[in-house]
């Protein structure tokens, strides 16, 4: 166990060149803890009054800018008191202990018409450039992506086809993204893909995973498919995506990417060979109740979040 009494906490992450571990509290705060899990002072970041928090809104993301040791920039994701998805750019106050809210930016918004399938993940890619993860807009069965043949698509969109990608993660070693996107009511996906290539159609509503979704035909050869897909119900009720682990306390994992799933409690990881999810494993970290996301720290190193508050860092047995 890392930390606890913690808030549902929904993701654990760093900064480049910074030791410092900062964990997002769905209800709008961000945390900052030390390498050998200690919280330290008050909020670095405090949106609780801004923020709505109930079901899958809340704070959602936290991703720092590649020359943050430069540029003292982070920024953040969260759905605010309107219901509407923003994107919000911060910069860290010159005492280094918190995030400046009198420099606020406004990045992106976008109105949702449910409470659900919001997405709301942020990561910098391996080409410096900030990706924001957003769902189908909530509700059962959404039907179409607003954009598609559309010219006045937005530029910012980079690929569609997703219901609720929660949790993205770019490997740079090898150039990829790795998304876990829930399924509705009967599978669960994992999908991977070229970081730098963009213009994917992942599918839905056609597919749903790796089968097609109600009696629609899905046999179109431009859809990408996941490389792993699972029951739901099942083996488990909604993916967490997670990391490919780099860290070195556990070399023989090296490469492997790791997951989970908000109902089974659990650890699931693969490595993908030849385009394909191969030497499956799994882990039961014993009774840690429900997932909400994994965290990955400066050193490649990896932690699991869950809905009782707590952050457990994933450790080589008797380490």
Same mark, same amino acid.
């Given at each position: 166990l890392f930390l606890t009494g913690l808030e549902a906490p929904v993701l654990l992450t760093h900064a480049p060149g910074d030791?410092?571990? !900062?964990? /997002?509290?769905?209800?709008g705060r961000v945390l900052v803890a030390t390498t050998d899990g200690q919280l330290t002072g008050g909020p670095y970041l405090d949106l609780t009054g801004e923020v709505s928090f109930q079901g899958e809104r809340g704070l959602l993301g936290l991703a720092f800018h590649p020359s943050f040791q430069q540029n003292r920039r982070l920024f953040v994701s969260f759905t605010d008191r309107a219901g509407t998805s923003r994107v919000r750019r911060f910069t860290e106050a010159a005492s280094g202990d918190?995030?400046?809210p009198s420099s606020a930016i406004d990045i992106l918004s976008q109105s949702q018409p449910f409470s659900n399938h919001n997405g709301g993940h942020l990561a910098f890619g391996p080409d410096g450039m900030l990706y924001l993860? =957003?769902?189908?807009? #909530?509700?059962?069965?959404? $039907? @179409?992506?607003? !954009?598609? $043949? @559309?010219p006045e698509a937005r530029d910012e969109i980079w690929a569609y086809g997703l219901r609720n990608p929660w949790r993205f993660s770019f490997d740079? *070693?090898?150039?990829? /993204?790795? *998304?876990?996107? /829930?399924?509705?009511?009967? &599978?669960?996906?994992?999908s991977v893909v070229d970081a730098m290539a963009g213009g994917y159609n992942f599918g839905w509503n056609l597919k749903e995973g790796d089968r097609c979704f109600a009696s629609a035909p899905c046999d179109d050869? @431009?859809? +990408? @498919?996941?490389?792993l897909a699972y029951d739901n119900p099942g083996s488990g009720c909604s993916v967490v995506g997670g990391?490919?682990?780099?860290? #070195? #306390? *556990?070399?023989? =994992? %090296? #490469? +492997?990417? =790791?997951?989970?799933?908000?109902? %089974?409690?659990?650890?699931?990881? !693969?490595? =993908?060979?030849q385009g394909t999810a191969q030497q499956r494993k799994t882990w039961i970290p014993g009774e840690i109740g429900r997932v909400t996301s994994l965290g990955e720290d400066r050193a490649g190193e990896l932690y699991i979040l +869950? %809905?009782?508050?707590?952050?457990?860092? *994933? &450790?080589r047995r008797g380490g």
């Open positions: 030791d410092r571990l !900062f964990v /997002v509290e769905q209800a918190r995030a400046d993860g =957003l769902g189908d807009g #909530g509700s059962g069965g959404e $039907a @179409d992506n607003p !954009f598609v $043949a @559309d740079h *070693i090898e150039g990829r /993204v790795y *998304i876990g996107d /829930v399924g509705q009511s009967s &599978r669960e996906e994992v050869p @431009d859809l +990408t @498919d996941p490389v990391y490919v682990y780099r860290g #070195g #306390g *556990i070399p023989e =994992l %090296a #490469g +492997t990417y =790791l997951y989970s799933d908000f109902c %089974a409690g659990r650890v699931e990881g !693969f490595r =993908l060979v +869950t %809905a009782a508050g707590n952050v457990y860092r *994933i &450790r």
